[in-house]
């Protein structure tokens, strides 16, 4: 059965960084693009930006250039989400997602709080 | 980054049937295929419709996706209780980025 098993939670000063891990099982982890999505408690999905892990090519949304980094580490069929910057407006449930939602990680919630 | 346009919430009683609008442009629903995800309380998302009306196996015929020009539909015949929570819509863009629809939350009453 497919999985995207993601980092536990996270609380972060305003101005650092989090880096959020996917490890993905029961597929080949380069033959399918992974997707960052964000929910804000009470708000709607928010896509963050796609990773092709074959050839390391990514796509962000233009609210996100600049302060979020997405990679992978194929050797143990990871990938990761690094957003920089923090505010409190980035508390929120991060997903990462195997295409566009076909699978869905358990998320991880990210809290940033003084 | 555009959105894709929902109803916030839709109702029905037990039995009956459901449909929610998805509502976007040429450069998404317009030339792209439409997903439909559904959230049930306290989880993740889960896939409901891909290629705007295929479904996943394990997902009841209960549920439909169509789409028509730059407007998709879900709908949710046989109402049932276990079907409250937030539905949302989502197309790939031209731009290369994703859109989400604004999200609908669906009370069987």
Known sequence: QVRLVQSGTEVKKPGASVKVSCKASEYTFTNYDINWVRQATGHGLEWMGWMNPNSGYTGYAQKFLGRVTLTRDTSINTAYMELSGLTSDDTAFYYCTLGLGEVWGQGTLVTVSS | ?109
Do not use: H, M
Not at chain 2, 6 to 29: L, M
Not at chain 2, 79 to 90: H, T, V, W
């Open chain 2, 1 to 109: 980054q555009s959105v894709l346009t929902q109803p916030p919430s839709a109702s029905g009683t037990p039995g009956q049937r459901v449909t929610i609008s998805c509502s976007g442009s040429t450069s998404n629903i317009g030339s792209n295929f439409v997903y439909w995800y559904q959230q049930l309380p306290g989880a993740a998302p889960k896939l409901l419709i891909y290629r705007s009306n295929e479904r996943p196996s394990g997902v009841p015929d209960r549920f439909s996706g169509s789409k028509a020009g730059t407007s998709a539909s879900l709908a949710i015949s046989g109402l049932r209780s276990e079907d409250e929570g937030d539905y949302y819509c989502a197309a790939w863009d031209d731009s290369l980025s994703a859109v989400f629809g604004t999200g609908t939350r669906v009370t069987v009453l």
